[in-house]
């Protein structure tokens, strides 16, 4: 049973540059989750995915933000026209979705810089 | 008032004591608790996760729930070195969403 898997795990990119991250969840688990996390500060909720379909949104997620889950496989998220406020640690999770247990493993994180 | 509050810190414990770090939440209706650890620089790693008042075990540490007070707390015992690291607590109040505190910094010295 492998983890939660994240490509790439650093991406330094100029500001304007549009980046595109991809998750690997831990297989069987259908409920997938990114958030962002500076330093200091705990993960800030991003999105959610039940299986293909996106059902939460923060906020946070401006139009520039885009993800998806084709499938409900893996899952991708795309930043365009990235701002230096954009750097940050992105994390992907998964867990199985099983009511309120909703215990959520991480994987190892894409680092972005933007300059 | 922020939904997940911990104390930053850091907390520092000589080897071998008992480390206590607490978290308070303002959402009555949660319903599962969990406890990640992380290393500077990598990602949170599940160590706890607690849903019914009282005590849980494992190994050398123990989450404890108060659901009446809006509190739960971890205690690390027989600290190690290896134990330093920042702790977040997460809380789970049904639904999408799961609300992480910032952590709390752990320093166990040698």
């Known amino acids: 049973d492998t983890g939660v898997s994240q490509d790439p795990r650093h991406k330094i990119t100029k500001r304007g540059q549009n980046v595109t991250f991809r998750c690997d969840p831990i297989?069987?688990?259908?409920?997938l989750y990114w958030y962002r996390q500076t330093l200091g500060q705990g993960p800030e909720f991003l999105t959610y995915?039940?299986?293909?379909?996106?059902?939460?949104k923060s906020r946070l997620l401006s139009d520039r933000f885009s993800a998806e889950r084709p499938k409900g496989s893996f899952s991708t998220l795309e930043i365009q026209r990235t701002e230096q406020g954009d750097s940050a640690m992105y994390l992907c999770a998964s867990s199985r979705g099983s009511g309120f247990l909703n215990e959520q493993y991480f994987g190892p994180g894409t680092r972005l810089t933007v300059t | 008032q922020k939904e997940v509050e911990q104390n930053s810190g850091p907390l520092s414990v000589p080897e071998g004591a008992i480390a206590s770090l607490n978290c308070t939440y303002s959402d009555r209706v949660s319903q599962s608790f969990f406890w990640y650890r992380q290393y500077s620089g990598k990602s949170p790693e599940l160590i706890m996760s607690i849903y019914s008042n009282g005590d849980k075990e494992d190994g050398r540490f123990t989450a404890q729930l108060n659901k009446a007070s809006q509190y739960v707390s971890l205690l690390i015992r027989d600290s190690q070195p290896s134990d330093s690291a920042t702790y977040l607590c997460?809380?789970?109040?049904?639904?999408?969403?799961?609300?992480f505190g910032a952590g709390t910094r752990l320093f166990v010295k040698a």
């Open positions: 995915f039940q299986n293909e379909a996106q059902l939460e």
């Open positions: 997460a809380v789970y109040p049904g639904g999408f969403k799961t609300i």
């Open positions: 297989s069987e688990h259908n409920r």
